[in-house]
């Protein structure tokens, strides 16, 4: 494992000092803590994520000062302390830096964070969702998930992501690697129905871990998709989360029949109520062979998700990211590398979570030779995939680019049960990409203009 440099440590040794400073009187000293950390990035790696954060806590009444403030008032502060350091500290600071040296020597993408399914094994069996054909068969064991993670920090990742299957069938491993890692800032996008008092005071003692606890709406629309008397379970886990002032986010995934209700005013100030922080959105991919297409946004759901998410962003104390939506903020795609990339409990390295298809696993390859292998040096090089940032996604927005790529690499299905043609899936994608066009390109150009 590569240890600090001298530099490093400095470094960490001073934000450190600026944090408990800052614990010492939050309401004087939040506005100063941009001018802090400004100091630490010599390099200007991340000045204009700086500067965006900067502007929006110099208002006190703003909604976003008033999230920052709930991190003192809502949530624990040894646990507020050590995700601040993990993430000020290693992930943006040093992580950055450690990020860009190796991107320069290979000339390839450094994920700023790593997704990865424990386990394939799920306790419910949601609509549409491929996981559900795995059952309990795939399983990374402890010695490559800590694996990951040790290549991960050489090369500068220092926040890794579960998903599945359901990540907390594998709670007590996720603990153990928590405990060994307390250097990064784990998160796992859970349905929330495995969280009870004994985990959240393992969260309370490990400090660095973080739920996205997956809704699709209020009871109706939750339990309609993942199961009778679901919505309660997430509910009593929520209730869990907030009594024990441990931090959570929600996890919301679009489709045509709960757009309306995720979008909405009332769906949001709920979650915030029960104390969510964060709220990130995704649209449903027809992935897998008990896809339902049916389920996919039309272009004019999209487009509310569009401009509701935006309007959240000016009035609510939650962060709020749609990952289909946000394009123009970060130029187009996050995958294959170039922000994130997903590793499935098989242990194939595919460039996102929604397209199943790799040509390298962990089991055979470094994390390094898959970022410089033939698929994700096609991202690497054909990113981004459209000029117009609101049509990102090689499949969902352009349905030929991600068939190209993964016929120049050669790269094969990843679902071990019923391999899925690229071809055939991204023919599932062509009408909503056609429709979307129409719609992205108008508000593309609206952006623009201003």
């Known amino acids: 494992m590569k240890e600090k440099t001298l530099k490093e440590n400095f470094q960490s040794y001073g934000i ?67 995700m601040f350091e993990n993430f000020v500290v290693n992930t943006t600071i040093l992580g950055a830096a450690r990020k860009k040296k190796i991107k320069e020597q290979y000339n ?19 609509i549409g969702c491929w996981a559900a054909e795995y059952g309990n068969k795939l399983n990374m064991d402890i010695d490559t998930l800590d694996n990951i993670i040790e290549q991960g920090k050489e090369m500068g990742t220092y926040m890794y992501i579960y998903s599945g299957g359901e990540p907390m069938v594998r709670k007590k491993d996720i603990i153990k690697l928590c405990e060994k890692h307390d250097d990064c800032v784990f998160l796992a996008f859970t349905n929330g129905t495995l969280i009870d008092e004994d985990f959240a005071k ?46 959570f986010g929600i996890s919301c995934c679009t489709t045509s029949q709960n757009t ?14 029960k104390g969510a922080k964060f709220a990130w959105f995704f649209t449903y991919m027809p992935i897998g062979k008990d896809a339902v297409p049916d389920l996919m946004v039309s272009a004019e759901q999209r487009k ?7 309007e ?15 394009g123009e ?66 499949l969902l927005d352009n349905p030929g680019r991600l068939s190209d790529m993964v016929d120049k690499s050669g790269a094969k299905s990843t679902d071990l049960q019923n391999p899925e043609d690229v071809h055939d899936l991204a023919d599932k994608c062509v009408d909503k990409a056609e429709k979307w066009a129409t719609v992205a390109d108008e508000l593309w150009e609206s952006s623009t203009a201003k």
């Open 202 to 247: 393992e969260m309370l003692r490990v400090k660095n871990f973080v739920p996205a606890i997956s809704v699709e709406g209020f009871e109706d629309e939750t339990d309609f998709r993942r199961g009778d008397g679901t919505y309660s379970q997430v509910l009593r886990a929520m209730d869990i989360l907030k009594s024990n002032k441990l931090p």
């Open 304 to 310: 509310f998700m569009y401009h509701q998410v935006r």
């Open 312 to 326: 959240f962003r000016k009035t609510k104390p939650i962060f709020t990211i749609d990952f289909w939506n946000d």
């Open 260 to 273: 309306e209700v995720i979008g909405s005013e009332a769906y949001i100030d709920d979650m915030i109520e």
């Open 108 to 126: 390839c993408s450094v994920p700023w964070a790593i997704l990865m399914d424990p386990t394939s094994a799920c306790n419910l069996h949601c």
């Open 329 to 394: 903020y970060i130029d187009g795609c996050i995958a294959g590398g170039r922000c994130y990339l997903h590793i499935n409990a098989n242990g194939d390295i595919e460039p996102c979570a929604f397209i199943h298809y790799s040509d390298s696993n962990i089991h055979d390859k470094t994390l390094l030779e898959a970022y410089t292998s033939p698929l994700f040096m096609q991202y690497h090089d054909n990113q981004p995939f459209n000029d117009n940032h609101l049509r990102p996604c090689p």
């Open 16 to 82: 450190k000092k600026v944090l408990n400073y800052l614990d010492s009187d939050p309401d004087a000293n939040i506005p100063k803590i941009i001018d802090w950390v400004e100091k630490f990035d010599r390099n200007g790696d991340i000045s204009s994520q700086l500067k965006a954060v900067k502007n929006v806590l110099s208002d006190t009444d703003s909604n976003w000062y008033k999230l920052v403030k709930s991190l003192w008032t809502d949530i624990d502060d040894d646990v507020r302390k050590t």
